[in-house]
């Protein structure tokens, strides 16, 4: 049964950073596309996630407001995938959803609606 297990939120001041983790039982996550998503306070899930990573590394794939300050990678041993941010500002507040695409595009897309299985999220605060 497939389980994905976010971890690594906090409360941060800004310019600080955090690291994300999206950790799965049930498969083997390098075989499938895995995005990021923010849900900011009040609001819905963001239709577009901040970041994603292709299957097997082949892309990545960044949010206008993230770009050279968000990371993704993947660590095989742990089945697991990481989202590094840096310099966070008080708008990347907000629950981090990761998420499984099991489409058979090729590249990954931060788009929500190719994506099937979430997990339950973990709250990022950025304040001083």
């Known amino acids: 049964q497939l389980q994905l297990v976010e971890s690594g939120g906090g409360l941060v001041q800004p310019g600080g950073s955090l690291r994300l983790s999206c950790t799965a039982s049930?498969?083997?996550?390098?075989?499938?596309?895995v995005g990021w998503f923010r849900q900011a306070p009040g609001k819905e899930r963001d239709g577009e996630g901040v970041i994603c990573i292709g299957k097997r590394g082949r892309n990545i794939d960044y949010g206008d407001s993230v770009k050279g300050r968000f990371t993704i990678s993947r660590d095989h041993a742990k089945n697991s995938v990481t989202l590094e941010m840096n310099s966070l500002q008080p708008e990347d507040t907000g629950v981090y959803f990761c998420a499984l695409d099991r489409g058979f595009q090729f590249f990954c897309s931060r788009m929500m609606s190719r994506y099937s299985d979430w997990g339950q999220g973990t709250q990022v605060i950025v304040s001083s």
């Open positions: 049930g498969l083997t996550l390098d075989d499938y596309h």
